[in-house]
């Protein structure tokens, strides 16, 4: 199976900076909240709503306002091979989280800490069972809006997410330094439906053949909220390593619950598409201040 409509809004991203250099936001509570920074925060009533990069793969083009903290954690998640794979392994993270701050009413910085890792690599004919325990990288990374952060102007926004991950994990980690540029974006077709799509661009790190290589996982993203409370989303997800020219499919689903303006509890399932691809559940949930 194979997403062509991923490859055609790849495309369609790629040409959006341009877009968005011949745009600019002109309405008046942007104005009013580019007068706020990190050491100013933004007062509470003129905070837009939550929105989190999580707990899909797609990110969100919004940032956190200035002055602002968010904090997201993927609280746990259950990652296994396929069954009948020729090398079965299973994966438990817990509390992988991201510490976000609002520097101005654009931009934000955030810290990614993979905090726990569990691996099992079961026994095969040729090897023994294996595993390993953990905490894993941490990674810097800064998010700019580049439309529609608060404009009334336009349906759609547009981010810029730059980052790199340090090898600070051991074994637990990438075993080098990894650097990314994913652009985000969101359309939003009235108050209940949105779309989001992400191209990234991922230089990773092979630990075993010690040397970096290039990768892409782009997405697509449909939520609806049924309720002000409740929303729903699913997620196609195709990852290419550039090396094997091999792609891998998956589709994530699952609900989002909203306590308050200020509080995210979700849960959900990715399910394979393709039979390298692994499968997963998570649960997490985010909290603003």
């Keep these: 199976m194979r997403f062509p409509s991923l490859l055609v809004l790849a495309a369609l991203l790629g040409a959006l900076p341009t877009i968005v250099s011949a745009q600019t936001t002109t309405d008046s509570l942007t ?67 991201v510490l976000k701050m609002g520097l101005s009413n654009r931009t934000d910085v955030q810290l ?16 023994p069972a294996t595993s390993s325990r953990g905490f894993g990288d941490l990674t ?23 980052f790199v991950r340090l090898p600070t ?17 969101t359309y939003a077709f009235a108050d209940s439906w949105n779309l989001s799509a992400q191209l990234p661009v991922l230089l990773n790190f092979d630990r075993d053949a010690s040397q970096h290589y290039l990768q892409t996982a782009p997405s697509i993203n449909l939520d609806h909220s049924f309720a002000p409370w409740l929303t729903g989303f699913v997620e196609a997800v195709a990852q290419h390593d550039f090396r094997t020219k091999r792609w891998e499919e998956a589709l ?23 039979r390298e691809a692994d499968r997963e559940y998570f649960v997490g949930f985010v909290i603003r201040r």
């Design 252 to 274: 994530n689903v699952g609900p989002i619950f909203f306590v308050g303006k200020n509080i995210q509890l979700d849960f959900g399932r990715h399910f394979a598409l393709t």
């Design 140 to 162: 810097l990374r800064l998010k700019h809006n580049l439309l529609g952060d608060d404009s009334t102007e336009s349906a759609l926004a547009v981010g810029l997410i730059g």
């Design 169 to 185: 994990g051991g074994r637990q980690g990438a075993g080098g330094t990894e650097y990314g540029l994913l652009l985000p974006a």
């Design 112 to 127: 990614f800490v993979d905090a726990y890792e569990w691996n099992r690599t079961f026994a095969t004919a040729d090897q």
């Design 31 to 97: 104005a009013v909240k580019s007068r706020y920074s990190l050491f100013r925060p933004l007062p509470k009533s003129l905070m837009r709503p939550l929105s989190a990069d999580r707990p899909g793969v797609t990110e969100s083009p919004f940032t956190v306002d200035a002055g602002h903290v968010q904090f997201e954690t993927d609280l746990a998640r259950h990652i296994s091979s396929r069954p009948g794979a020729e090398e079965r392994q299973r994966t438990i993270r817990a509390n992988a989280f």
